[in-house]
């Protein structure tokens, strides 16, 4: 069994149908990411995004189909094991109760904690290194609720890669972020596939970001329909106007594609 978890995809859906409020997002969905995959998932306001996402991350029952973490259905899972897994990342963050940006950051080691565990040492190197990665060294002691929305997200991303799981699943990573933060933070990811072998789903809304991080997306129409392939196929701006319901121009320059409203 531990030989087939080894070689098992980090997320698998077969067949898999997501439906809200009797609205259906997704139909018959066949899903897998591996190590060091990174697929974008796009579609208009509305058409299911989240929805889809946190069916993904276990955190709600699908209509129909099979879906498993690496090899193990979530059924089998305690939400320490998937947590151990995949980490997921809600559009809101909420902090019910005082903390500072440290302590916040590691909340993301709880995982790999002992019930009775406190942090390590190496537990606070890991969630230091975090913060430092999304810049936000030197407000260790700041109390989170006293963020701006920006350093909040960062801040939720840095929880997010101190629980170092092997699949991340972002609900629009890149909200409240200026430019500078978004590039860095879809840079983080695409290094941590590329270095470390990991897993990234993202829901994004800016096309050309996610054909230059990505390497295959997901298209939801909001009506059951997807389309799922190699970033080259599939982000094209016929395939977009259809999707947004908007004409749009698609320009390349050194292999990066992007597309303005015609």
Known sequence: VAAAQMSAPLLAAQGLSVEIGGRCVARALDLKIEPGQRLAILGRNGAGKSTLLATLAGLRQPLAGHLELGGSPYAALTPRAAALRRAWL????????????????????????????????????????????????GMEERQSHTLSGGERQRLAIATLLAQAAPLYLLDEPLAHLDLNHQMAVLELFAGAARDCGAGVIMVLHDPALAHRFCDQALLIDGDGNCELGAVDTVLTAKKLSALYGYPLRQFEDSGRRSFIPD
């Open 90 to 137: 809600g559009q809101t963050q909420a902090d019910p109760f005082g903390s500072t940006v440290l302590e916040t950051a590691l909340t993301g080691r709880h995982p790999h904690l002992g019930r009775w565990d406190w942090e390590s040492t190496r537990d606070t190197e890991l969630a230091l290194g975090a913060l430092a990665a999304v810049g936000l060294a």
